[in-house]
């Protein structure tokens, strides 16, 4: 049985452009354009949760 992949998701409400999911995030899936994270590589997630156990602002959440 094949494992899913990870679903990740930015709320752009609650993001304040800290840049923290894409420092800590080893497979480089965010981008931040101005002051928002973006998801860019999506297919690239390991689903390790760094970004949403780190995220101040609950502004990332993986779903696996």
């Known amino acids: 049985m094949e494992k899913k992949k990870p679903v990740v ?3 752009k409400r609650y993001c304040k ?3 923290i999911c894409a420092e800590f ?3 480089s899936v965010f981008v ?3 002051f928002t994270a973006v998801v860019k590589n999506p297919d690239d997630c390991i689903g390790c949760m760094q ?3 780190r995220c101040p602002d609950f502004a990332v959440t993986v779903t696996q």
Do not use: A, K
Request: glycine letters at 14%; proline letters at 7%.
């Open 9 to 11: 998701v930015v709320n």
């Open 17 to 19: 452009g800290c840049h």
């Open 25 to 27: 995030c080893p497979t």
């Open 32 to 34: 931040m354009h101005g």
């Open 51 to 53: 970004c949403e156990l």
